[in-house]
């Protein structure tokens, strides 16, 4: 049996592990490590955790893997080069992750998919705030979420945006870890302090999904991005996707050039791209150089193989065979659970709610963030900053319209209930 090392498991691992158990047990044995994707601090030792996992594990494991975006995937990446097991080296997965530098290699494999970008010193950004051409939209190098992102339409604005206290902490605090893995692994002098202004897109929002092995790239999937009409929130992700065959075909093709430059291998990724039906251009948002453990059980639904099955196996060295519309469901949503004013949890589902609104529909699956008496609040230090997730819903269906059935069903059962905060002072 073949030992899998997961660092920084996430929220999603266990149970999506748990779901596709039977594709995995008996012959690849995952193991979890600490801390947690979500339990890791600013002043975490990152790089004696590498140094230690490396020696701690030496010739006791076959593969190393991760879905956590920050900072597990460039970990897993240096744990696995450093015991010469599959997997990208972390200078690769720091080059997808650093949005400047992906750029940069984004304009050089697909310019045409390439949207206009700048880099803006969040320290400094008088200078370049004065150049840039308005509306655009600024997001950090080492994004988070959609932390700290959004549209801004003037000079003056972008320059109030990047010195609120909030962008400070985030670049002083939040971003450590990642310029202490830059500087082992790359060495660039553009660390998480700096921001990229980019020309604003507008279309169909879709994740691609795939993998790369041995310079070949296979594409598992495209799930449309259902979002909110004013806060542009996620609020439902739809598989598969209905854009036309031709457009897919062509985001893969993209996808496939920009991750083979990439210098990506034996790994997930996916892509944040849009698409103009007006004008036909596909644009990258952004790659990232990992799975998305959320949609792991949305293949599975539709395709008969989930994301985890097959992050398990290239970490083994194995090549995955994935599935095509060979699952119980013809189509499949991950439906996150939001808030957009302030409140109060006034109650949460008891474990008994959880288990019976899973049972409603074969292969739900619940994922719950809050606790009775907890108040979401901080939205601008959680997420998009117009919103708050406390949970989300995976399900399947025979079409559309059974599967937001069921949801409503689901949520219905769940029994969330809130109350709203009383003004602030």
């Not at 296979?218 to 036309?244: A, K, W």
């Not at 609040?377 to 819903?393: I, M």
């Amino acid at each position: 049996m073949k030992r899998i090392l997961i660092v920084f498991p996430t929220v999603w691992d266990r149970r999506q592990l748990d779901a596709c158990r039977d594709a995995w047990s008996g012959r690849l044995e995952p193991i979890l490590t600490e801390p947690t994707a979500e339990d890791f601090r600013y002043d975490f030792d990152v790089l004696g955790f590498i140094d230690e996992t490396v020696e701690r594990w030496r010739g006791r494991i076959d593969g190393v893997t991760s879905a956590s975006d920050y900072p597990g995937a460039t970990v897993a990446a240096a744990i696995a080069t450093a015991l010469e097991l599959p997997g990208s080296r972390p200078e690769a997965i720091l080059g997808c992750s650093h949005k400047h530098l992906s750029r940069q290699t984004q304009r050089r494999a697909v310019p045409e998919a390439t949207p206009g970008f700048a880099l803006v010193d969040s320290a400094a950004p008088e200078e370049a705030a004065a150049e840039l051409t308005y509306p655009c939209f600024v997001k950090p190098v080492k994004g988070a979420y959609s932390i700290h992102s959004g549209r801004v339409d003037s000079a003056g604005e972008l320059v109030g945006f990047l010195s609120t206290e909030a962008v400070r902490e985030f670049a002083e605090y939040h971003m450590k870890v990642f310029d202490r893995l830059l500087g082992r692994y790359v060495g660039s002098p553009v660390g998480g302090r700096f921001f990229l202004a980019e020309e604003l897109l507008s279309g169909k929002l879709v994740t691609l999904e795939g993998f790369v092995q041995g310079g070949r790239v296979e594409v598992l999937g495209v799930t449309d991005s259902v979002t909110h009409p004013e806060t542009g929130s996620f609020v439902r992700f739809d598989y598969p996707s209905e854009l036309p065959a031709e457009v897919q075909e062509r985001m893969g093709e993209i996808a496939a050039r920009a991750v083979l430059a990439s210098g990506l291998d034996s790994a997930l990724f996916n892509l944040e791209l849009i698409w103009d039906p007006g004008s036909g251009r596909i644009s990258i948002v952004e790659i990232n150089p990992r799975m998305c453990g959320q949609f792991s059980d949305l293949y599975a639904k539709v395709d008969g193989v989930a994301g985890y099955q097959i992050a398990l196996e290239l970490a083994a060295g194995e090549r995955p065979a994935p599935g095509r519309r060979a699952g119980r469901y013809a189509v499949a949503a991950s439906v996150p659970l939001r808030v957009f004013e302030p409140v109060r949890v006034a109650r949460a589902p008891t474990p008994a709610d959880l288990a019976a609104a899973e049972a409603l529909d074969p292969g739900t699956r619940i994922w719950t963030e809050c606790v009775e008496g907890d108040e979401l609040a901080d939205f601008d230090r959680w997420e998009d900053g117009k919103s708050y997730r406390y949970g989300v819903v995976n399900l399947g269906a025979p079409n559309r319209a059974a599967l937001l059935e069921r949801f409503e069903r689901v949520r219905e059962r769940l029994g969330y209930r809130f109350e709203p905060l009383p003004p602030a002072g």
